[in-house]
Structure formats: C-alpha cells, structure tokens
C-alpha cells in the first residue's frame, strides 16, 4: 500500500513539472513584455510653410521669415525640445539623406540660412537645440493614380464626387487659412493635429474617393491605395530607423499624413504615441 501511494506521489510530481515550466514561461515572458521601454513617439502634422505645389488643394501661407514668425519658431521649439528627443525625423525624401546631412552639418557651424520649409524651419532648428548630429529622412513619394480616376468618375456620372471632394477640401484650406492668418504658429498647428481634424483630412480619401469607380475599375481605391502605400513606406522608414536607445521621437510631416500614421505606430506595441496637446500647452 505505502509503496503504491509513493509511485502515485512521484507520478503527479513528473506530470507537475512541465505544467510548472510552461508557468514559468508564461509568467517570465509577460514580465519580460511589460517592462519592455517603450519608444515615445509625437507625430507633428504642419502645413507646408513654402508651398510646395505638389499638393491639389495648398494652404497659401504668410512670410515666414519675418520677425514674429520666426520668433514664434523660437517659441515652438524651444518648448518641443524639452523633450529631450533623441530623433527628429522630417518630410524629406530617404534617399536626399547624404544632402540634408551636409545641409544641417553647414547649419550647425552657423555657415547655412535655412528655407522657408518646415522641415528645416522646424526640423533643423529643433534638432540644433537638441544637440544631435543628424536629421532623419524619411519620406518616400509614390504618384497617385488621379487621372484615371478623374476619367472613371466622368465615364460613370460621378463628377458630383470629384466636387464634392473640392468644396470639403476648399473648405479645410480656408479654415486653416484663416487660423494661421490669426493664431500663432504653436496655436495652429495645435489646432489641426485635434483628433477632429486629422480625422476631417483623411475622410476627403475614405468618403469621396474610394468610391469612385467601385464594383468596376476601382480606380478611386487604388487612388487612395497609392496614398496608404506611400504613408506604410514611409512608416516602415521610422520603424526601421528607430533603435532600442531611442527614448523619445519627433516626427514633422504635412498633417494629411499623420492620421494613417498615427493608426500604424497605435498597433505596433514598441511605440507609445505622445498626443501633441499635452507637450504644447
């Protein structure tokens, strides 16, 4: 009898252990996930301060160069560079990198006066003030299919969409215009990085053109297809430039990319998104 119950004994205690291990496992794992650090991430949609014309609908923005735009540049990043980032990554195309390395290294020995641009106005003077040798390129254009589309809403009576698509635009352009022509560049850009209005610039793609063409050519989704492609591409550029020691990212693009990239770093779990609205007060 007692011989019996002690081979029961020992039975239970071989099962036992590899339920113990998988435990152990399980429990480990987790742990080792949840004290993972994180990369802090603040995506910081501009409108292009030069006006680039590459866009259909352009804001048509003020001088600035002059002394209270510049000084409200100071403003800006000087707030944003408490952040303590250790990147700054701009809308400029990856493979310009090697230029825009030699530009800012001329622009850290005081021997090159910046452009109009955001991406330097910003980008370049925020990163002087956080004492990094490098600005981050990471844009990559792909050409959207916008002719065909335009030919596939004549062919199926749905021109009505394209005008639509140009009085909500139209209208996203005046209001910002007229922010910027009565708010500083800090209380503009708090205005449309709001939840609200990123979602207003990418509903232009979702509501109007996705659907032309659809059940037939689909050339309003491959349009919009063309814009998610060239937003994942440059997506991929961040995630692959961002290394463990990164505490803290800035990111400086048109606000027109920031929804689908804000969407993309939400669902990848290295990433905590920083919401504009609590570093600019």
């Known amino acids: 009898m007692s011989i019996g119950h002690n081979e029961n004994k020992n039975m239970t205690f071989i099962k036992t252990i590899p339920v113990f291990l998988i435990t152990l496992f399980v429990v480990t794992s987790t742990f080792g996930q949840e004290s993972k650090q994180k990369t802090k991430i603040l995506l910081l949609g501009t409108v292009h301060f030069e006006t680039p014309h ?26 944003l560079s408490q952040t303590k980032a250790t990147k700054v990554m701009i809308e400029r195309p990856i493979e310009n990198q090697r230029s825009c390395d030699s530009l800012y290294f001329l622009y850290l020995k005081n021997q090159y006066k910046l452009t109009v641009s955001e991406r330097e106005q910003i980008g370049f003077r925020l990163a002087k003030k956080l004492k990094l040798n490098h600005v981050n390129c990471i844009d990559k254009f792909y050409g959207m299919r916008d002719s065909l589309m335009a030919v596939t809403a004549q062919q199926n009576n749905q021109l009505y969409l394209l005008k639509d698509l140009g009085t909500t635009a139209n209208a996203l352009i005046s209001d910002y215009d007229n922010q910027l022509k009565n708010g500083t560049i800090t209380q503009v850009l708090k205005y449309i990085n709001k939840p609200e209005e990123l979602k207003r610039n990418l509903s232009i793609y979702l509501k109007f053109m996705a659907k032309i063409g659809a059940g037939k050519n689909f050339a309003g989704a491959e349009t919009v297809s063309d814009w998610y492609l060239r937003n994942l591409a440059i997506y991929s550029n961040i995630i692959n430039q961002v290394e463990h020691s990164d505490k803290y990212v800035i990111l400086i693009f048109g606000q027109g990319h920031i929804p689908i990239l804000k969407h993309l770093l939400q669902n990848n779990d290295d990433f905590e998104i920083i919401e504009l609205n609590s570093v600019l007060k």
Do not use: A
Request: no cysteine; net charge negative; hydrophobic share 35%.
């Open 54 to 79: 590459t866009d259909h609908f352009e804001l048509k923005v003020d001088d600035f160069f002059n002394v209270k735009r510049q000084n409200e540049l100071e403003d800006l990043t000087n707030v």
